[in-house]
């Protein structure tokens, strides 16, 4: 089981990016995806989640700027990042719990991680 994350890239401030990550492999069942955040010399944060139904959880930092939500036929998790500033920039990282049979408990798995870059 794979997390591919993509879509990060350099934009101006004030402009918009739109993550995307998608659960490679065969699994049961997709739990709570979200995505977390590293800028250099810091530790990475929680940027938003979505649960299997949909429940949302934003960190202040992010809430009215960035949307998560998820196609959960596609198994795929996306972050919607408009109005960006300069101290967004960091490796965003995916993240979801996943059961790989009905009968295993969910693990958790991480992305690849992908580079977001707001200029001022």
């Known amino acids: 089981v794979q997390l591919q994350a993509s879509g990060g890239g350099l934009v101006q401030a004030g402009g918009s990016l739109r993550l995307s990550c998608a659960v490679a492999?065969?699994?049961?069942?997709?739990?709570?995806m979200g995505w977390y955040r590293q800028a250099p010399g810091q530790q990475r944060e929680l940027v938003a989640t979505?649960?299997?139904?949909?429940?949302?959880n934003y960190a202040d930092s992010v809430k009215g700027r960035f949307t998560i939500s998820r196609d959960n036929a596609k198994n795929t998790v996306y972050l919607q990042m408009d109005s960006l500033k300069p101290e967004d920039t960091a490796v965003y990282y995916c993240?979801?719990?996943?059961?790989?049979?009905?009968?295993?408990?969910?693990?958790?798995?991480w992305g690849q991680g992908t580079q977001v870059t707001v200029s001022s």
């Open positions: 979505i649960t299997a139904g949909g429940i949302t």
């Open positions: 492999g065969s699994i049961f069942s997709v739990n709570s």
């Open positions: 993240n979801a719990d996943i059961k790989k049979t009905v009968w295993r408990t969910a693990n958790n798995y």
